[in-house]
């Protein structure tokens, strides 16, 4: 079987023309000697896919050491890399977050990052760091994301401050009638009229115009996103995320279990460039299709009765 020894000695072999090394699937062989080699010996590396291997019981302290600085030392070195793709499903992804974080892996175009399950998936503070000032990425594949929380796309779009600012601005709307329909009015002078209550909208927040965080920032340059297992987001949240993803072509969502057809609907109406949605429920499917311009929904079974109407095409 392959070896961590016989991949570094590949490496060495084909260092200098070296430009696309691609290991899905292939547990066992990484480690942080083929990593330095990499680093130290591959320059023209463009694109690079690695399954990290599962750590050792009585050193997994030290491998992930090792596998931190070998990862850090290829985002460094290896500066023409423009698609990553890594999967740590069978170890923890929380020690290796900080190796991605620019300036390592600066000129990334395409980005999977597959979280471990049984860690918790990714956070927001996570998702924070692997985003942070990346100006030119196109493909974002985000995979076990049981910790990102549903606040976190409405707060990126400054979306609590807009809803704190509209409360208030309600409860002066209310108060402004309770005067107008006598609610404390022996409280004005004789012959005063109370003010008129002011419009809602004129105590909104323009939140565009807000400065965004650097993560933000990044989601505005993708065209192709996909995400899963975020079980804790709502429509709400997704909506905030349909915002924030101004110029993306297509979608996919997987795993969260809270989404309605509210969420296809928020990515149609604000990405000005989208081709396609797809939506994976438990039990259906959500989808639509620019070249169709049809919304289907998919029950996860064999059988069913078809409907079409002017808005597009339903499957129950």
Aim: glycine share 6%; net charge positive.
């Amino acid at each position: 079987p392959p070896s961590a020894a016989s991949l570094r000695s590949l490496v060495l072999a084909y260092a200098a023309s070296l430009r696309q090394l691609l290991l899905d699937g292939i547990r066992d062989i990484v480690d942080e000697t083929v990593l330095n080699a990499l680093a130290e010996h591959c320059p023209s590396l463009d694109q690079l896919a690695l399954t990290l291997p599962a750590p050792p019981r009585d050193k997994a302290r030290a491998s992930d050491d090792g596998l931190v600085k070998g990862l850090r030392a290829v985002g460094t070195q290896c500066r023409r890399l423009t698609l990553l793709r890594l999967d740590s499903t069978a170890r923890s992804h929380h020690a290796l977050i900080p190796s991605l974080a620019p300036p390592s892996f600066g000129r990334l175009r395409s980005l999977t990052l597959c979280c471990s399950g049984r860690e918790g998936g990714l956070t927001d503070k996570e998702m924070e760091v692997v985003l942070h000032d990346r100006v030119c990425l196109e493909t974002l594949e985000l995979r076990n994301c049981d910790g990102l929380s549903d606040s976190l796309f409405p707060k990126w779009c400054h979306r609590e401050q807009h809803d704190e600012a509209r409360v208030v601005a309600q409860l002066d709307q209310a108060l402004l009638s309770d005067l107008n329909f006598g609610f404390g009015a022996q409280f004005l002078p004789t012959g005063a009229e109370a003010p008129a209550a002011a419009p809602v909208s004129s105590k909104r927040v323009r939140r565009r115009l807000q400065p965004r965080c650097p993560a933000a920032l990044a989601l505005r340059s993708v065209h192709s996103f996909s995400l899963g297992g975020a079980s804790a987001l709502s429509d709400r949240s997704l909506d905030a995320l349909a915002e924030l993803l101004h110029d993306v072509q297509t979608v996919d969502i997987r795993g969260c279990t809270l989404l309605t057809e509210e969420s296809l609907r928020s990515f149609r109406k604000t990405c000005r460039c989208l081709r396609s949605v797809s939506i994976v429920l438990r039990d259906r499917t959500l989808s639509w299709t620019a070249s169709t311009s049809s919304v289907k929904r998919h029950q996860h079974r064999k059988s069913g009765v078809h409907t079409s109407g002017s808005s597009g095409t339903e499957s129950n």
